[in-house]
């Protein structure tokens, strides 16, 4: 689906990608993860055209993505940012149907397609027409992502979807989001810091240090054979505390 | 048969030609002519003498009264926006032509048709400065003589602002006489009075024909090393007056040795003391000596309030309007646009620093006096809060918002229209409405340019001492800014999506 070929990207001083490759399956979920800094956030903005490498290219469907087809090949794009991104002076409903309504959807058609997305995501009929100053976090991010699939687009892309969100309700909106991608069958991109969230969504996890990428697998491949000690830390870092905690190596 | 009816159509079509270019060639044969005054009375009233002659040879006139200085009116004048107006002597060799050394009549009258003027001879008295003190006070120091202030360098003086920056005014009379005085405050000319009856100040600069020298029973100092010169009152006008109206230039020309001292300190005093209207003061004096009849056309308040608050809006609204139509684009600019932005920005916060008064009298020269330059330079205060309430407006919002809406496919317009402009919105809105408040304020200066509104009767109502005229003009200026402010809230209220105020709320 996407192909990134030899990308670099820097910000001023800071490289964030150093010729990286990679290859995202259809109707996989891949999840891009690793620690603070290392580009999995600058990778997923490379693949909706919100920054464009130095060098290297981004492919979609064998199409290179460039300023004069970006604003097309977005809107076969879904995309969902940690915070909802939702715009505060529109309705739930008119956030999700701006797009539609932008191309020019019949009003009928808007509303059946918001129809079925409220039910698929279980957002509650009455939210939709609350600003989202109304609406929980939990809620509005169930907009966002009704948003990012009013066109019915080939490709989620999710950055940190559920990184702002108290666990209870995290936990919830994550096994809603996994029957969704399962329902939908979509191509799903991802990027979590939460070995556990990665592990529990992804086909297929692209382990990420320093702009480069460490190990592509499932969370089984990485944990059993490591291609670098990093990985193992990597895991073993987010699963310690608890873990520990529970064995009393931790006392105070 | 059918000859007949199109031969007399024909005639009758002449006939209406040369009816019409009749009508057309007399009235572009009327003569059209501008007076203008300075604002204080004894300026207004031989204005209003000379409007009247105007008229009274059918002239169609048009009196530009109570114009903010003296560098206002001649900037006009040379500019072709005024026609013809009363000054002195003095103020011609001293002030506006100070640079030149030009020793008496016969050089400045040279001088001025180098320019184009002309200068009637005297009307017959001399408007000198002098400096005065209430006379029991005067008393009480020993003061005479202009050189007895020396003695006395603890007096408060309080000057005319024209008289504090005029070639002849208080620096060089401060050079001439060696004073002392470190108190010394620059003041309305009229308003000084006042101080100088409460004790305020202690020395003002009076116009010896002031009808308040007597009334506030005050000295005149002698000028004993004579530092004034002649302030002989005569009449400016352009060279090409006496072709385009001879006649009125005929019969102004007629007041040349008419007026003594004595007369105009009797029309000052039934102006500023007796409160009669300048227009019956001057009629009454043509009645008397020139033996011209004018019929007065009589302004009652109510048409006269609607007249101030018409030109009101007419500037504030045309201003306002140009102001938000370019200001909003700019902000956008100089949100997009980085580098050039701090520019857009830093340019109309310079704007915004030039002193009211100072845009306004720039202008003159570009645009004339009246309407336009008070337009142009209220457009030019009401940029700044619009352009950047729309800058920090756009800058406000997140780049997780701003990118969620580039992902969406939206192009840049859309993006602007559908999405910043919208959450922008508040804070523009905002700006507008600091815009229109301090347009409305500052639009009552645009009468000392001759635009008209509820400035003028402030003005006048502080050059009459006439509180009830002053409130005329503020009041409603105040009323209109509560107005025009509640009017934005309301268009906040339906056009401000409430998705937004909410968020005011719980911020």
Not at chain 1, 160 to 184: C, H, K, N, V
Not at chain 1, 211 to 237: C, D, Y
């Amino acid at each position: 689906m996407f192909e990134v070929t030899g990308v670099s990207k820097t910000f001023g001083d800071l490289q964030a990608l150093r010729e990286v490759d990679l290859s995202v399956q259809a109707e996989q979920t891949t999840v891009l993860i690793g620690p603070s800094g290392c580009g999995k956030s600058t990778m997923i903005r490379l693949m909706v055209g919100l920054v464009w490498p130095d060098e290297g290219t981004v492919t979609y469907k064998g199409q290179m993505l460039t300023p004069a087809n970006v604003l097309s090949l977005r809107q076969k794009m879904g995309y969902v940012i940690q915070e909802g991104g939702l715009f505060p002076h529109l309705t739930a409903r008119k956030n999700v149907a701006l797009m539609a309504n932008y191309l020019g959807w019949a009003e009928g058609r808007i509303d059946s397609r918001i129809e079925t997305l409220a039910t698929l995501t279980h957002f509650p009929a009455d939210g939709l027409d609350r600003f989202p100053g109304e609406l929980s976090g939990g809620q509005q991010q169930r907009v966002g992502l009704m948003r990012a699939l009013m066109l019915d687009p080939d490709v989620l892309l999710l950055d940190e979807p559920l990184g702002a969100l108290d666990p209870m309700i995290r936990a919830d909106l994550q096994s809603d989001l996994r029957s969704i991608f399962q329902t939908l069958g979509k191509t799903v991109v991802m990027v979590t810091h939460d070995m556990g969230e990665a592990g529990f969504f992804g086909d297929q996890i692209v382990l990420m240090r320093e702009g480069e990428i460490v190990q592509i697998g499932s969370l089984k491949n990485l944990m059993q054979s490591p291609a670098h000690k990093f990985v193992t830390q990597f895991i073993h870092a987010q699963r310690r505390p608890l873990e520990s905690m529970a064995r009393g190596e931790i006392v105070k | 048969m059918t000859r007949t009816p199109n031969t007399t159509t024909s005639v009758k079509f002449t006939a209406l030609c040369i009816l019409f270019c009749f009508l057309f060639c007399t009235s572009t044969q009327a003569q059209e002519i501008v007076v203008g005054s300075k604002k204080f009375t004894e300026s207004v009233i031989l204005g209003e003498v000379l409007s009247h002659i105007g008229r009274s040879v059918n002239a169609s006139v048009t009196h530009r009264r109570e114009l903010g200085g003296t560098r206002v009116l001649w900037n006009a004048l040379i500019a072709g926006d005024i026609d013809l107006y009363p000054d002195y002597t003095g103020t011609l060799s001293r002030e506006i032509l100070a640079e030149e050394n030009l020793r008496d009549e016969a050089d400045i009258r040279a001088r001025l048709a180098e320019m184009g003027l002309v200068m009637s001879r005297p009307l017959g008295f001399n408007n000198t400065y002098v400096l005065g003190m209430v006379e029991t006070r005067a008393e009480a120091l020993g003061i005479r003589t202009i050189s007895d202030l020396k003695k006395h360098p603890d007096l408060k003086l309080g000057f005319g602002n024209e008289f504090m920056d005029r070639g002849d005014g208080w620096p060089s009379l401060q050079n001439r006489y060696v004073l002392p005085h470190q108190n010394v405050s620059g003041l309305d000319h009229d308003l000084a009075y006042r101080g100088l009856e409460s004790g305020t100040i202690d020395v003002m600069d009076m116009y010896s024909t002031d009808a308040e020298i007597q009334y506030y029973g005050l000295r005149s100092l002698v000028d004993d090393l004579q530092h004034f010169p002649v302030y002989n009152s005569v009449i400016v006008y352009r060279v090409d007056l006496i072709d385009r109206a001879p006649q009125v230039v005929k019969e102004i020309l007629k007041l040349e040795g008419l007026i003594s001292e004595r007369k105009m300190m009797i029309m000052n005093a039934q102006v500023k003391l007796e409160k009669k209207p300048e227009v019956q003061v001057a009629a009454d004096f043509l009645a008397k000596n020139l033996n011209v009849q004018v019929k007065i056309k009589k302004e009652t308040a109510g048409t006269r309030f609607w007249r101030h608050t018409w030109d009101h809006l007419t500037l504030v609204g045309i201003s306002l309007f140009g102001a938000i139509v370019v200001a909003i684009p700019l902000g956008i600019v100089a949100f997009r646009w980085a580098r050039g932005g701090q520019i857009i920005l830093g340019l109309v916060g310079i704007i915004q620093t030039i002193p009211s008064l100072a845009l306004l009298v720039f202008m003159i020269p570009l645009l004339g006096i009246g309407g336009a330059p008070a337009i142009l330079a209220l457009f030019l205060y009401s940029l700044l809060p619009i352009v950047r309430n729309t800058y920090a407006g756009l800058h406000d919002i997140s780049v997780g918002i701003r990118e969620s809406a580039a992902a969406l496919g939206l192009s840049d317009g859309a993006q602007l229209r559908l999405v910043t402009l919208p959450m922008a919105s508040r804070s523009i809105l905002a700006g507008i409405k600091t815009s229109a408040v301090i347009n409305v304020g500052t639009a009552t200066l645009g009468a000392l340019i001759g635009a008209g509104g509820y400035g003028q009767p402030i003005l006048t109502g502080i050059r009459l001492d006439d509180i009830g005229l002053i409130l005329q003009g503020a009041v409603p200026a105040a009323l209109l800014a509560l107005i025009v402010q509640g009017l934005f809230e309301l268009f906040e209220r339906v056009f401000v999506s409430r998705g937004l105020r909410l968020k005011g709320e719980m911020a």
